[in-house]
């Protein structure tokens, strides 16, 4: 593949335009751990795509099944039609997910799935007689995606700026984020567990009847990869149980083994009413979500009051044959290579490694868990995010490592398949890089 003639045509997602064309980088192919640029370079990928590939990229068995699947269905009507594949992955599904959120809706992506939580959220406390139940809470700094509803419940000032009318009846949660100088602490925050009570604040601002759910991300990456205190998801658990309000965890980067098993809420011992899932789900090689819902709710869509409801909600793609095929066989390699257990098992060193960069020029703080991991640089007074930007560019073009960069924060979300020889060799690279940087 080489390098397009015009980049004028295309809108690149975010704020990535004006830098991208001052400066492209284009990938041309890749392959295990590693991205091939269109000038021909072999860059370590340290962000699994976008938390995407926890697999590793181009794996033949994912590749195989959907050239398969291609050539036998390549798509089947998903309403009143359907075809064997998203049955057969649902099972699949339920039998990785945390007791009891056993049923699937199947998306086309992260900002699709979170968008379906919330919808789902008003309809069930509508089938239950609750229509009153529709205020919806985020949390400050949260990223849900660029949805009509996630942007709403999102909490980052760049990404709803320029959206005046959002979704009325939203509120959000202080973020945790301004407990994350933890002076390098290790896994979790130890302190901070109470700033859920916040949540006790709304409920006695609205009166809990009114509140439908609240939304967050186990791990928050877009807002810097921020850490939850031990206890915290707990108690946002126990709060929203006493007052009837749904708890959404929006695992779109958590799923599929980034922290060990394969959701955080597993992990975390906190077993939410929704996940919302997309990425590490079909590893990037197709657009898929899905959100996770428990018996009870889709009990009340079946069996609410006022008889079966008809819940009207689908995509033309849901469950679209090629993203099936490429889900089923990205869980066949995750199962027979045993990923999220590796995940967990690297993570010693991957800890290690990562809180070995402490001491760097400008490094303020390191954070990590399982194989998530963000090393913040200061700021620079006159031009927040540009050191972090430019480590990000550095990294690319000086040392052949992909990593990412949220304002100043650096970003690390490696494939699930790496060794300890690429542990090293990230963050040997990622060391001269900040090394270099002023
Ligand atoms: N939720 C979270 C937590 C995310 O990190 C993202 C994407 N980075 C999304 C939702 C949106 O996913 P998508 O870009 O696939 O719409």
């Known amino acids: 593949t080489s390098a397009p003639e015009r980049t004028d045509a295309y809108w690149m997602p975010f704020t990535a335009n004006r830098q991208f064309k001052a400066e492209p980088r284009l990938l ?3 392959e295990g751990m590693y991205y091939r640029s269109v ?19 181009a794996r033949p068995q994912i590749v195989a099944a959907i050239q398969r699947q291609a050539a036998t269905l390549d798509f089947a009507p998903s309403f009143q039609m359907g075809h064997p594949l998203p049955f057969v992955l649902a099972e699949r599904l339920a039998a990785l997910a945390p007791a009891p959120l056993q049923h699937v809706f199947y998306t086309n992506s992260g900002s699709e799935s979170v968008d379906t939580a919330l919808k789902i959220a008003l309809a069930y406390h509508r089938v239950r ?65 109470e700033l859920a009570d916040e949540l006790e604040r709304l409920v006695a601002l609205h009166d809990a009847s009114t509140i439908a759910a609240v939304i967050v991300e186990p791990i928050a990456g877009s807002a810097g990869v921020i850490l939850p205190p031990e206890g915290y998801l707990q108690r946002l658990r126990e709060i929203c149980t006493k007052h009837g309000i749904l708890l959404i965890f929006d695992e779109v980067i958590t799923g599929f083994g980034r922290v060990g098993d394969c959701f955080a809420a597993q992990r975390f011992g906190v077993v939410p009413d929704m996940i919302t899932t997309a990425k590490g789900l079909s590893n990037g090689a197709a657009p898929m979500g899905a959100v ?14 006022e008889g079966a409801i ?19 066989a990205t869980l066949d390699v995750y199962a027979e290579e045993n990923l999220f257990a590796a995940a967990h098992e690297l993570g010693d060193y991957w800890e290690e490694r990562i809180h070995a960069l402490q001491g760097l020029p400008n490094v303020i703080d390191i954070r990590n868990y399982g194989l998530v991991g963000a090393v913040e640089l ?48 990230i963050f040997d690279r990622l060391g001269a890089t900040i090394r270099a940087t002023a």
């Open 39 to 57: 000038d021909g370079r072999e860059i370590l990928d340290g962000t699994a795509g976008l938390w995407c590939c926890n697999a590793g990229h």
């Open 378 to 425: 200061a700021a620079r007074p006159d031009a927040p995010g540009s050191r972090g930007y430019e480590v990000f560019k550095r990294a690319f073009h000086e040392q052949n490592l992909m990593v990412r960069c949220t304002g100043d924060t650096i970003a690390l979300s490696p494939p699930l398949i790496l060794n300890r020889e690429h542990i090293d060799r």
């Open 310 to 328: 008809e819940l009207f909600h689908g995509y033309t793609y849901s469950g679209h044959p090629l993203a099936c095929a490429a889900a089923l």
């Open 292 to 305: 996770f819902v428990s018996q009870a709710i889709h009990e009340a869509f079946m069996n609410g009051p």
């Open 28 to 30: 041309a192919s890749a």
């Open 129 to 193: 007689g609750e229509g009153q139940r529709t205020r919806l809470i985020g949390r400050e700094k949260g990223y849900h995606g660029v949805g009509f509803g996630g942007i709403s419940v999102g909490g980052l000032a760049n990404n709803r700026k320029f959206f005046g009318a959002l979704l009325p009846g939203v509120d959000h949660l202080p973020h945790t984020l301004d407990l994350r100088r933890n002076a390098f602490s290790r896994g979790l925050p130890k302190h901070g567990a």
